[in-house]
């Protein structure tokens, strides 16, 4: 089955510092990628996606590159801001029959001032 | 109007209460999902409904009901919980097999 591993956490980093969170995957296939940010109190949102190989997903800063031959999608910011302070989970889904995404266990990022 | 809406957002709630949570989405997708999420554990997939019929329940206990009447709308009703049932309720919602979720704001479950 699917898996996706990513960099457990928490990572605390102060503003204007370049963040990598690392995630690799397992799956069958060619998955679509993903990278999800919850900010506190709220419902996960999609930040940046990637549906084949070297694609490049970026969003607010943020971006990620499909590496097949890795197997990893990590994402990057040059330089993080306060509000940049959440959770980011990492994600694959196969397609197919298959409906779900299966997510990573969710990396906190603090940034701080 | 948001793409999912959860309601309520809050909800605390005795063991032997029953109570429902609901989703709607405005997105036309075809696809709905619960998932728990409690602290310091990882996204659990609860139910996964697609074009209204069940086609994943993640050996939940039968204290937790879903209910899909038609693919905008999405419940979990709940009855004679337990306090470790105590969680974030997320709802979200697909249009595609490869595709990524919308998620809701999620319903915040208290048992007391």
């Known amino acids: 089955g699917n898996s996706v591993t990513q960099m457990e956490g928490p990572v605390t980093l102060s503003e204007e510092a370049f963040l990598t969170i690392n995630c690799t995957y397992t799956?069958?296939?060619?998955?679509?990628l993903f990278w999800y940010v919850q900010y506190p109190g709220e419902g996960l949102q999609l930040l940046l996606k990637?549906?084949?190989?070297?694609d490049k997903g970026s969003n607010k800063g943020f971006e990620a590159t499909y590496r097949k031959e890795t197997t990893s999608f990590h994402l990057e910011k040059g330089s993080v801001q306060v509000s940049d302070s959440a959770v980011y989970f990492c994600?694959?889904?196969?397609?197919?029959?298959?409906?779900?995404?299966?997510f990573g266990k969710g990396t906190l990022l603090t940034v701080n001032p | 109007e948001t793409g999912v809406t959860q309601t309520p957002r809050h909800l605390v709630m005795g063991m032997t209460n029953k109570k429902s949570l609901k989703c709607e989405q405005h997105?036309?997708?075809?696809?709905m999902y619960w998932y728990k999420q409690s602290a310091k554990k990882p996204l659990e997939l609860m139910f996964v409904?697609?074009?209204?019929?069940?086609?994943e329940n993640n050996s939940v206990p039968s204290r937790f009901s879903p209910e899909c009447p038609n693919s905008s709308h999405l419940f979990l009703h709940l009855h004679t919980l337990q306090p470790e049932d105590s969680a974030l309720y997320l709802c979200?919602?697909?249009?595609?097999?490869?595709?990524?979720?919308?998620f809701g704001s999620g319903t915040r479950l208290t048992v007391v």
């Open positions: 979200a919602s697909s249009q595609d097999k490869g595709g990524g979720y919308t």
């Open positions: 799956a069958t296939g060619y998955p679509s």
């Open positions: 990637a549906t084949k190989a070297d």
């Open positions: 994600a694959i889904n196969s397609g197919g029959s298959n409906y779900k995404l299966t």
């Open positions: 997105l036309g997708h075809n696809a």
């Open positions: 409904y697609s074009l209204e019929e069940r086609v």
